[in-house]
């Protein structure tokens, strides 16, 4: 049997083989917490082990990517932020009165897209508001899809918002049918695959303080490349950029970054 350290390095080779997704990029004690809890609760001993089950087994596979993916989301995580967006950052952008390019990467279960659709409704019908949701977890995606949600996911959202866009099903709460068109979904690997160009605005939230330092400069780099001048980042409320500078973003607000023009 190899030593832990060594079968985990053959594990993240493995895997990217199979999956393309780099598990090296990820902080590893984090990661290795969170598989480790899961193959044991599947009655594997090792991650080789692991992994053998996931190349014949395609639930096992679903069942490493969800875990993998870290989907905990709600509508309008961080309320303040998203009052800093409706009242300041959109305004801004909007100046010129083109339509705006927007990105929720790492949308997890759609409850971030969606938002941004619901504030966005706020300065326009929704039928001119296109918005482009990625995860890697095409479970995740598949879920956003039917915009079923918990009372718990909407414990931050207005009241107006809430009794305008969602209908009660039972326990659940359904987002509207205008709102889920404003939304395209697709699977996209943030360290992977390319990025589109020229947003005026990208959220990412939430989700870099579980990858490397490595990664993280890898990341801001792709995200500044694909704003426009003047374009807008918005991230986590514990993800602050500390040297936005480095690239080529000022600080708008916040959490919120300007493209340098």
Known sequence: MLPVS????EFIHSIKQKTGIDLSLYKEAQMKRRLTSLYEKQGFKTFMEFYQAMTKDKKVLNDFLDRMTINVSEFYRNGKRWEVLQQKILPSLMKNGRKLKVWSAACSTGEEPYSLAMVLS???SLSEISILATDLDANAIEKAKIGLYTERALAEVPIKIKQTHFTEQGAFYKVSDEVKRTVSFRQHNLLNDPFDKQFDLIVCRNVMIYFTDEAKDILYRKFSDALRPGGVFFVGSTEQIFNPSVYKL?????FFYRKQV
């Not at 000022?250 to 916040?254: G, L, Q, S």
């Open 250 to 254: 000022e600080t708008a607000d916040t």
């Open 6 to 9: 060594d079968e985990y390095i």
């Open 122 to 124: 706020q300065f326009m």
